[in-house]
T-cell receptor
């Protein structure tokens, strides 16, 4: 079945460092891919998405490119801020009629000033 | 403002008691979902509903029950049969179109349930 694997955390960075959180997936067809962010004590918010191969999702300085050839959707940001400290989830939705999202386990990011 | 509300934010229950978590949305979304979140385990789907008066079990439905009598409401009952109910519970909704384009899920703020 479909699955999502993302790098384990926690990830600890200094402010203004470059961030990469790896996400790879297994799915048939062409799934839609998502990154969600969860700030402490809150629900999840959609950060960005891509619905077809080579699409680049971007938001708030974060980017991720849908790579069909490597089945990846890595999250990147050129210069992180303390306010980016959160848990980041990679997710996919299959190409069929199944409405469910398949979730990665989440990667915790801590940014130090 | 449109959104999803969950109440209460914190809930305490004695062992052996049933408890119902509220989830309401005014986004006019067709589909609604309940997830459970435990440290280090990501999100696990409990139940979901694609349309009023219909719902399906997710991956960890045992010990939980739901109803979907209205489009905007999807309450979750944690029964005494749930062996380890202490967790953070998240409700979500999504609009469904035939093309599947509008398929991201929108989340409520969550309810933290603690069994004493």
């Amino acid at each position: 079945g479909d699955s999502v694997t993302q790098m384990e955390g926690p990830v600890t960075l200094s402010e203004e460092a470059f961030l990469t959180i790896n996400c790879t997936y297994t799915a048939t067809g062409y799934p839609s891919l998502f990154w969600y962010v969860q700030y402490p004590g809150e629900g999840l918010q959609l950060l960005l998405k891509a619905t077809k191969a080579d699409d680049k999702g971007s938001n708030k300085g974060f980017e991720a490119t849908y790579r069909k050839e490597t089945t990846s959707f890595h999250l990147e940001k050129g210069s992180v801020q303390v306010s980016d400290s959160a848990v980041y989830f990679c997710a996919l939705r299959g190409a069929g009629n199944n409405r469910k999202l398949i979730w990665g386990l989440g990667t915790s990011l801590a940014v130090n000033p | 403002d449109g959104g999803i509300t969950q109440s209460p934010k914190y809930l305490f229950r004695k062992e052996g008691q049933n408890v119902t978590l509220s989830c309401e949305q005014n986004l006019n979304h067709d589909a609604m979902y309940w997830y459970r979140q435990d440290p280090g385990q990501g999100l696990r789907l409990i139940y979901y509903s694609q349309i009023v008066n219909d719902f399906q079990k997710g991956d960890i439905a045992e010990g939980y029950s739901v109803s979907r009598e209205k489009k905007e409401s999807f309450p979750l009952t944690v029964t005494s049969a749930q062996k380890n109910p202490t967790a953070f519970y998240l409700c979500a909704s999504s609009i469904e179109s035939s093309g599947g384009i509008y398929n991201e899920q929108f989340f409520g703020p969550g309810t933290r349930l603690t069994v004493l």
